[in-house]
Nanobody
Framework: QVQLVESGGGLVQAGGSLRLSCAASGRTFSSYGMGWFRQAPGKEREFVAAISASGGYTDYTDSVKGRFTISRDNAKNTLYLQMNSLKPEDTAVYYC????????????????WGQGTQVTVSS
């Protein structure tokens, strides 16, 4: 089992940057594929980025490709999401999630979720 705690959200102007972190408890962080999802008000939670357990494979939703980077430090049990060139449409609560070893795109792929961190991008 793993517990996840996100941090790093906040208010930023369009064009700015933020780095989200997701701290994981437990000794088996390196065995989990990890993902970032987001949920805007009135919308469903959507996939943002995923990284395999080893960190060797990553993928992104089209709207963030070239702007966001997912990474992980297995020695520190921490997942990251570097977000650059932020846009108002990136405003949402961002969640990290832990699932099976590979890349997962569906909510059902993930077994463990954090509580979320708010990201607000002003125009």
């Amino acid at each position: 089992q793993v517990q996840l705690v996100e941090s790093g959200g906040g208010l930023v102007q369009a064009g700015g940057s933020l780095r989200l972190s997701c701290a994981a408890s437990g000794r088996t962080f390196s065995s989990y594929g990890m993902g970032w999802f987001r949920q805007a008000p009135g919308k469903e939670r959507e996939f943002v980025a995923a990284i395999s357990a080893s960190g060797g494979y990553t993928d992104y939703t089209d709207s963030v490709k070239g702007r966001f980077t997912i990474s992980r430090d297995n020695a520190k049990n921490t997942l990251y999401l570097q977000m650059n060139s932020l846009k108002p449409e990136d405003t949402a609560v961002y969640y990290c999630a832990a699932g099976d070893y590979g890349l997962g795109y569906a909510l059902s792929y993930y077994d463990y979720w954090g509580q979320g961190t708010q990201v607000t991008v002003s125009s």
